[in-house]
């Protein structure tokens, strides 16, 4: 059985079209996936996030044992900042993708992705053993909005006294919707600016009409997981199950910067992780353009354009960009055909397309 958002009576009303994903039923589009894609980048977008899990992480060994079970430096993050880090087995493949926000010394929230909530649920619970500290799941919960635009500022601004202007990227701070409290976050997966709000599930219909009325002047709309997926291979922004799996290293995502040796002490994954880093991966993560208006999709096979057919790749997402108005795609290239400027081939449902190598991302806003 699917589960459903706080949001899904409210979804139904603007008679959105659903699907399944990771064991939700979430809202794909409401209109058309160009129309809420345009005004993400243009105007901004209402996102219903509620599929994301929420896993708090407290007391005085909360930093210790988030620095044992992921790569990153948690204990090095300040109250009110976040941090994109990953979540590693032992032998360094990739369990999950996550931002971590530490709200104080001894209280740290972990979003993971909806797909992998109970890996990283029980991994952290397993972790913790030893330490002087609690995970909880909050999934439950808590109910995940997000207003992403160049007008989010101007939206929010008209819903709270909060000050804007000193939230910062990647930090948070509690903060009040008309007379809603909520952990106010800014984070992102558009390439836009933008603002998360975590609210407990029960007052999310209630913020959600807010946003939407406070938003009706400046352009916004409700948006989509199918925008979604487009704006964030625009701006570059890898996706677990296409660009991170657990057969994959961080190294090869290009990813490698969040794995911190430096650190003090142990951490799941460090041995093989340090291993890992000495060595040049097969293939590495690259961007994909193409011309004309036909895409490549996740698993088409790519090849060099100077042998004979010689299978060199994989596309891992790709579509026609609605901001740039030709396809693009991010891919896992084998070493030698990943510099800038390389000409490579891939097999659209029978047909030879040529594709460049880029750098990512596609789009960066002004």
Not at 115 to 135: Q, W
Request: glycine fraction near 10%; charged fraction near 25%; aromatic fraction near 8%.
């Amino acid at each position: 059985m699917t589960k459903e958002s706080p949001l899904y009576g409210v979804h139904k009303g603007l008679g959105a079209l659903f699907t399944d994903f990771a064991g939700w039923s979430m809202p794909v589009r409401y209109s058309s996936e160009l129309a809420e894609h345009k005004a993400v980048r243009e105007a901004a977008g209402l996102f219903d996030l509620s599929h994301m899990a929420e896993i708090e992480v407290t007391g005085p060994q909360a930093a210790d044992v988030l620095d044992y079970a992921l790569v990153g430096n948690l204990s090095g993050v300040k109250p009110g900042k976040a941090r994109y880090t990953m979540i590693c087995n032992a032998d360094g493949g990739v369990l999950d993708d996550l931002v971590v926000y530490r709200l104080e010394d001894e209280k740290f929230l972990v979003v993971a992705n909806a797909g992998n909530a109970d890996v990283v649920a029980d991994a952290l619970a397993e972790r913790v053993a030893g330490f002087d500290a609690v995970v909880t799941n909050k999934s439950e919960d808590v109910a995940l909005i997000a207003v992403q635009g160049p007008k989010a500022v101007d939206i929010l601004r008209s819903v709270t006294d909060a000050d804007l202007d000193s939230l910062k990227y990647y930090a948070s701070y509690p903060a009040v919707v008309k007379g809603h409290d909520v952990l106010l976050a800014r984070t992102g997966y558009t390439g836009e600016d933008g603002f998360e709000l975590y609210v407990a599930a029960a007052e999310a219909p209630a913020v959600w009409a807010l946003l939407t009325e406070a938003g009706e002047p400046h352009g916004l709309l409700p948006a989509g997981l199918a925008c979604r997926d487009t704006l964030r291979l625009e701006a570059g922004m890898p996706l677990y199950g296409n660009e991170l799996s657990v057969e994959l290293s961080p190294f090869e995502a290009g990813l490698g910067r969040v794995v911190k040796f430096e650190k003090p002490g142990d951490f799941v994954g460090k041995a093989a992780l340090a291993e890992l880093s000495k060595l040049d991966v097969p293939r590495i993560r690259v961007g994909l353009k193409g011309s004309g208006r036909r895409a490549p999709r996740h698993g088409y096979k790519i090849v060099d354009n100077g042998s004979n057919n010689t299978e060199i790749g994989e596309i891992t997402s790709g579509a026609l960009s609605p901001t740039l108005g030709y396809p693009i795609a991010m891919a896992y290239v084998d070493l030698a055909f990943t510099e800038p400027g390389t000409q490579l081939s891939v097999d659209i449902r029978g047909k030879i397309e040529t594709v460049e190598v880029v750098a990512l991302p596609f789009y960066k806003r002004a």
